[in-house]
């Protein structure tokens, strides 16, 4: 398989701007029905989750003994296989699909559900981009930084498997004022006023702080007086191009604010 760090710039524009972590874990899956191997993805991706993919490589003569379940740092479950074939998928017997492997994206935007790829003759079974079996939408407007993991479970006794590689891209969006909400939508939503348009909610950054004391009061009026009617400095609270009298009105209306 092409390494993650190389395949990303050759994937979608919008794939390859996602941040990429990879896990760590036993790559051996037990295979007495009841145990799991579980592979741990560290990110230290700050803000809220906006969208993630999840890349697998597994190594296993039979996908239908597979369980394979995401979970977020606060155990937040993403299942992205449920034995695929299971309990009917046109194979000989209750056995589910009898392909080899998994080597590839699974993606919410994909237009084929992995579980469905199941062939004779294609070698690894699935692969490609492919849908999981619940959506990784799951995990949007959760903490992106934090332990995630990947767990492997071989439900059936008999085929042996093992895990190549786990990574997870994650695209996240910051959350300044911690309110659960990505900072973006807030201000278009109007749930945070962006005064000087700079991308960053008010109550995060106060504006009308341009002396940086923490607080709006005298020491900021008096600023924004002394440069009234220049281009383009601090004392332009509101960001549009000139110190005004627009100024002014939001010092006061802020005042002992911030």
Do not use: K
Not at 21 to 40: A, E, H
Not at 104 to 117: K, N, P, R, S
């Amino acid at each position: 398989m092409t390494p993650l760090p190389m395949l990303l710039p050759m994937l979608s524009g919008s794939l390859a701007l996602g941040a990429p972590f990879c896990g760590t874990g036993p790559t051996t899956i037990p295979d007495d029905g009841t145990s799991s191997t579980t592979w741990t993805i560290s990110v230290d991706a700050e803000g809220l989750v906006t969208e993630a993919r999840l890349q697998l490589d597994v190594a296993h003569p039979w996908v239908g003994d597979l369980e394979i379940t995401l979970r977020s740092p606060d155990g937040t479950p993403v299942t992205i296989i449920d034995r695929p074939g299971m309990p009917d998928g046109g194979w000989m017997g209750p056995w589910g699909c009898g392909g080899d492997d998994i080597d590839g994206f699974f993606d919410d935007d994909a237009t084929t559900v992995g579980e469905t790829m199941c062939s004779t003759t294609e070698v690894p079974v699935m692969h490609g981009n492919m849908m999981p079996a619940e959506p990784l939408a799951t995990v949007t407007g959760l903490w992106a930084q934090g332990d995630w993991t990947v767990e492997f479970l071989d439900a059936s006794p008999i085929d042996a498997g093992y895990v190549r590689d786990a990574c997870l891209i994650i695209y996240t969006s910051p959350d300044c004022n911690a309110n659960g909400v990505p900072d973006g939508n807030d201000i278009e939503n109007g749930t945070s006023e962006d005064i000087d348009g700079n991308g960053i909610p008010d109550d995060c950054d106060c504006p009308t702080d341009t002396t940086g004391d923490g607080v709006t009061g005298v020491d900021d009026l008096l600023m924004v007086i002394s440069q009234f009617g220049q281009e383009q400095t601090d004392a332009d609270v509101n960001g549009n191009g000139i110190v005004d009298i627009q100024d002014i009105l939001l010092i006061i209306d802020m005042w002992n604010g911030c």
